[in-house]
Every structure is written in C-alpha cells, then in structure tokens.
C-alpha cells in the first residue's frame, strides 16, 4: 500500500469509528491488513476476514481473530457482533451475491447490532485510475470495480431486516457512508 492508499483507507476508518463503541464485538468483512484494529482501541473480541490476507502481527492484536477466504464461508459459526464493516468492500461484490452476502451480515449481527458500510461514487474508478497510471496508489482491487451505484445500497440491506440510520459521503463527496441497524430477524436468503 501507498501513502496515499493509506490515508484513504484511514479517512473511511475514522467514519466509521464513530459508530463503533468501546467493547464491541467486530467483525471486519475485507479487513486488509487489520487496520481497522490496530486504529479503534478498546474493542472487545473481534474477528477480521479478507480472501487476500497478508501477514498480521497477532501478538499485537491478541483479541481479533483472522480468517483467510471469502465471506461468510471463511468464517466459522460465531456468536453475533455488535458492528460488522464493510468498508471499500461491496463496490467488489457481483450483483448476483449482495443479497446472499446481506442475509449473512444480518446473520451474523446481534439485534441492535450495526452495519457500517463505506461505497465511493461511480466517479471514483476513473479517479483511481489516474493516481493509479501515476504509481501514488496501488490500486487495492481497482479489476473488480464494476461502477457500483451507492444508491443502491439500502435496498440491498433493508430486506433482510436492516434498517438504514444514517448516511453521509466525505471525501469530497466521492465516497459514502450508510450505517445500518437489525431491527428484526434476518430473512432467509
């Protein structure tokens, strides 16, 4: 990762570390390296998944566990979280599975619990690719957009019983920020 890579992916982090308290269960969907971890203190036992997982320092993080592969089948049954995220995470996810992969958030999510979710703007994929072709990103994945519209994102999560709480876009407007809340059992898929 770059510089640049980094500070981006610490700006989606800080916005959703608002809505993530002192002592709750994480489960970080496309946790990278586990940044998320390493930056939100005081989190109770958590758990990181990403297909591509690099090394991480477990001595450093001693309450998060990683799993290596693909949600939700990397993961075994756990009990639920208080937050999952999926930060820079859907925009990858093919059409034909983001229901399959909002039915098992909302499995996985204890009542009450919270969905964070960060999407850019359309936009971003031909902004990406300048500072890409300039060597200032590494471009994290940049293939598997497919211009993904943010709009779209209540309605992939509020059938399964996830009711949208708040919505905000930063980064000059080329990224967005949904959180949501289990308000009732999750439907089957």
């Not at 989606?12 to 203190?41: E, M, S």
């Not at 994290?140 to 497919?146: A, I, N, Q, W």
């Amino acid at each position: 990762m770059t510089y640049v890579d980094r500070m981006l992916q610490r700006w989606r982090i800080r916005k959703a570390a608002a809505f993530i308290n002192r002592g709750d269960r994480v489960l970080d969907i496309g946790c990278a390296d586990g940044a998320l971890f390493r930056l939100v203190p005081g989190l109770g036992d958590s758990a990181g998944v990403e297909p591509e997982l690099q090394h991480v320092d477990p001595p450093a993080m001693p309450n998060v566990s990683f799993y290596a592969g693909r949600f939700p089948e990397a993961l075994p049954p756990l009990a639920a979280f208080d937050v999952i995220t999926l930060l820079a995470f859907l925009e990858h996810v093919p059409a034909t599975q983001q229901a399959s992969v909002a039915q098992a958030c909302a499995s996985y999510l204890k009542p009450g619990g919270r969905l964070v979710v960060t999407v850019p703007s359309p936009a971003v994929d031909r902004v990406l690719a300048v500072l890409r072709s300039m060597r200032l990103i590494d471009g994290m994945s940049l293939h598997e957009h497919y211009g993904f519209d943010a709009a779209q994102t209540p309605g992939i999560f509020s059938p399964h019983g996830l009711g949208l709480v708040a919505r905000c876009r930063f980064q000059l407007g080329l990224n967005n920020l949904f959180v949501f809340e289990r308000i009732g059992e999750p439907r089957s898929a």
